[in-house]
């Protein structure tokens, strides 16, 4: 079994985390500021610091944005949909990338409430609901509010 390193993008590498390192070129696509509030959040769920979380400490994610309020039937799920390997632990690059999804302003670099903008522009100009702008829909920008 190789042991990879847990990237700390601002610091090289930090302790061993004993699993491959498959996720390491999905991190590039984040700004610093972003990878640093995802990997705070991971060490504070991360109770023992065995940069890998459990089922049981996983199940504190309802503590996280975007996730209160989740029922324990749908943490279990999420478990088993993050875990990407199915080794019943969800390491920092199966946290990372779940939070990237969770999370797609993060992805575009600007504020949630910046993304969240966007979007409702993109659903107003798309007159015929198809999630597709077409020239005519894009060129009817003046119609947007500011």
């Given at each position: 079994e190789s042991t990879a390193q847990l990237p700390c993008r601002s610091m090289g590498s930090c302790a061993s985390s004993k699993r491959p390192d498959v996720y390491a070129s999905s991190t590039t696509e984040l700004s610093q500021e972003s990878y640093d509030v995802i990997l705070a959040e991971f060490m504070t769920l991360d109770i023992d610091s065995d940069k890998k979380l459990s089922r049981a400490e996983f199940e504190k994610i309802v503590a996280l944005p975007g996730h209160e309020?989740?029922?324990?039937?749908?943490?279990?799920r999420l478990f088993n949909t993050v875990d990407l390997d199915h080794d019943q632990t969800v390491?920092?690059?199966?946290?990372?990338e779940?939070?990237?999804k969770q999370r797609p302003w993060i992805v575009a670099g600007?504020?949630?409430?910046?993304y969240n903008k966007i979007l409702n522009q993109f659903v107003t100009l798309d007159s015929d609901g198809d999630h597709k702008l077409s020239?005519?829909?894009?060129?009817?920008?003046?119609?947007?509010?500011?």
């Open positions: 309020g989740c029922k324990a039937t749908d943490i279990t390491s920092f690059e199966e946290f990372l779940h939070m990237k600007i504020s949630e409430t910046s020239r005519a829909e894009f060129e009817n920008l003046e119609g947007l509010p500011g």
